[in-house]
Nanobody
Framework: QVQLVESGGGLVQPGGSMRLFCLAS????????IAWYRQPPGKAREWVGG???????LYADFVKGRCTISGDVNKRTWYLQMDGLKPDDTAVYYC??????WGQGTQVTVSS
């Protein structure tokens, strides 16, 4: 199974932007079938968005309009770009490919 490693997290000021990375352990045939999730402190993991089997992107309502999921097949990497960050966006962010194993996640903290 493809293993994933997330990176790019850190401390961001409210209103700022972030770009997270999800690197696959081996070559991928396409960018399809990737999902991003997040787990806020003390809360359950929640779906953020993803690229479906048809290549279309879908987003959760709480990030719609300020989030873009994309990637580069040649780099075996997906990206999660999010703008207009809010303190409520503070969470550990994960990616998941084809419903396979979880990565270790990357912490994003939105705070002034």
């Amino acid at each position: 199974q493809v293993q994933l490693v997330e990176s790019g997290g850190g401390l961001v000021q409210p209103g700022g932007s972030m770009r997270l990375f999800c690197l696959a352990s081996e070559n991928i045939p396409s960018l399809n079938n990737i999902a991003w999730y997040r787990q806020p402190p003390g809360k359950a993991r929640e779906w953020v968005g993803g690229i479906g089997n048809d290549g279309g992107t879908l987003y959760a309502d709480f990030v719609k309009g300020r989030c873009t999921i994309s990637g580069d097949v040649n780099k075996r990497t997906w990206y999660l770009q999010m703008d207009g960050l809010k303190p409520d966006d503070t969470a550990v962010y994960y990616c998941r490919y084809q419903g396979g194993p979880w990565g270790q996640g990357t912490q994003v903290t939105v705070s002034s």
